[in-house]
């Protein structure tokens, strides 16, 4: 099959959106296929890029402010319309509603191509990282929370990460006409084991080797909630000698060093910044316990993966999270923004080895279930089945 993916966030973007549509183009041009990604630039100019075994098209773009390492394309669809017609794809899988997404949006139907799209966007995505616009927050979330539903009722057939996540937007009794199913993000579990870092990984990141280890990793932006995290620290420092591992990047990172310097705690926690695809991996082995304190998931890649390192986790109660974070089985949920509850959480898990060891291999079990070998066959069904439909 010849496959056009397009989306607004991409590598080297780091978030949820950008990962998983590059692991879907790596992973279909591994199968076999012909696969295309219509993508912002980088530079602000358009180019065209090989990644591996495919090809990347970047469209024109100027800088968003609010979003880190992001640039976006404000009027692309000339050059959408020139690239589908070019590349004259059986299929389009549109990761976002954004301004390539309604550009493919509208080439898909004026072609006659199939439009398959994935949503993996919140509005919280985007407005807690406008702290100008709080007052109003509100309206405008219920403003963006029906137009993503309207943009992917439009396509021939709509994806979402969790049945938790079409349980959020209101979509559970499907009486549209259009198909609507949960597809994991999957991860690739060979990647993804239990063992031990490297002690040259420990030594570059001044990493203690004798503590608990609390372990973060994805963006540092506000809508992730980290400096619950900070304040739940603090508690658990007042009853153990641990340390916080902060892996990743982003818009909040500043105010988060911040609030750890003033809190006193600085020299108990490691920020490593932007680190590459090979460390995460090794990075995700270091923690004793994983933790994500951000309500505004439709999934969890990187919880996924700390799962598959076999580690319990720590989440809070919101949405999705609880189909990953099985309270008591593999983790605990805590209500959201309570760091006194995350904290004690944390504690239970980090002071018994034996709890910590038994959640660990519940953790494995649950992320076995979700192998991204499986998410790409589930797609390529997906896209064969619309096309026979079309043809």
Known sequence: MRILIASDLYWPVINGVATFSRNLAIGLADRGHDVMVIAPSQTG???TELDGNYTIVRTATVIFPFY???RVSLSPYREVKKIIKEFRPDVIHAQSFIMIGQAVMRYSQKFGIPLVSTNHAMPENLMDNLKMLAPVSYPIKYVMKKYIVRFN???DYFTMPTQSAIDMFDLSNNKFNVPIEAVSNGIDLSRFSVGKASKELYKKYNIPINKPIITFVGRVDAEKHISVLIHAFIHVLAEVDAHLLIVGDGTDLMNIKELANVSGVSDKITFTGRVTDDEIVDLHKVGTVFCMPSPAELQSIVMLEAMASGKPVVAVDAGPLKELCQDKRNGLLCEIDNDKEIANALLKIITDPKLCKTMGKESIAIANTH???????????????LINVKN
Do not use: A, G, P, V
């Open 371 to 385: 192998n991204f070998e499986h998410t790409l066959k589930r797609f390529e069904e997906i896209y064969t089945s």
């Open 68 to 70: 880190q390492n992001f």
């Open 45 to 47: 100019k358009k180019y």
């Open 153 to 155: 009722l439009k396509t």
